[in-house]
């Protein structure tokens, strides 16, 4: 990662850019502190994705791979029309 000023940052905007544009990281420093960190807007891939979300302790994980059938789960029988219940939910407004 490279390390950039406020102030260089500011003159030479269009040149990080690019750098940026190119995949890289850059972070910025205000009296040799790090307040920022800029970096390529392309969507991250899935697996980059959970680990940015394990580091920010959004997400966990998973230990094992989910089984097969996860997602074949037969869905839940409704004998409810829908129309009805909001009727009855709304009245007559």
Do not use: W
């Not at 580091?55 to 791979?65: D, L, S, Y």
């Amino acid at each position: 990662m490279r390390q950039v000023t406020v102030t260089e940052l500011k003159n030479k905007l269009s040149a990080y850019l690019r750098l940026v544009k190119k995949g890289h990281t850059l972070e910025v420093l205000e009296r040799s502190v790090p307040v920022a960190r800029i970096e390529p807007a392309a969507a991250p891939s899935g697996a980059a994705l959970i680990e940015q979300l394990a580091r920010e302790g959004i997400a966990v994980p998973a230990r094992t791979r989910p089984r097969k059938d996860f997602f074949k789960k037969p869905p839940l029988p409704c004998t409810a029309d829908a129309a009805k219940v909001l009727i009855e939910e709304r009245g007559t407004r």
